[in-house]
């Protein structure tokens, strides 16, 4: 199994940073793809970025392009997420996601196979 646990989440005024983390822990060696989702309050889950698994690649949404940075350090098998010039609109709960396909990099929730229990960010204005 795999477990996927993100970390960093907090309340910041609009214009503020946040970091956020995912630690995965187990059969970790399962994972390729890793990506970040959030939902926001009353919406559906949707798409934020993800990385494949050298770092060579990244996608984001079109939402967060130019202000969140998606990185990893398989060494300590976490992923990051660094979140700038954040809006109220970013206020979500954040969750990290592995994929278990080698070779995909997708920004379909249902591509992803490992979860975790999610951070919550509020962007306050």
């Known amino acids: 199994q795999v477990q996927l646990v993100e970390s960093g989440g907090g309340l910041v005024q609009a214009g503020g940073s946040l970091r956020l983390s995912c630690a995965a822990s187990?059969?970790?060696?399962?994972?390729?793809?890793m990506g970040w989702f959030r939902q926001p309050p009353g919406k559906e889950r949707e798409f934020v970025a993800a990385?494949?698994?050298?770092?060579?690649?990244?996608v984001y949404a079109d939402s967060v392009k130019g202000r969140f940075t998606i990185s990893r350090d398989n060494a300590k098998n976490t992923v990051y997420l660094q979140m700038n010039s954040l809006k109220p609109e970013d206020t979500a709960v954040y969750y990290c996601?592995?994929?278990?396909?080698?070779?995909?990099?997708?920004?379909?929730?249902?591509?992803?196979?490992?979860w975790g229990q999610g951070t919550q960010v509020t962007v306050s204005s």
């Open positions: 990385i494949n698994w050298s770092g060579g690649r990244t």
């Open positions: 187990g059969r970790t060696f399962n994972i390729y793809t």
């Open positions: 996601a592995g994929d278990a396909l080698r070779g995909r990099l997708s920004g379909s929730g249902t591509s992803y196979s490992y």
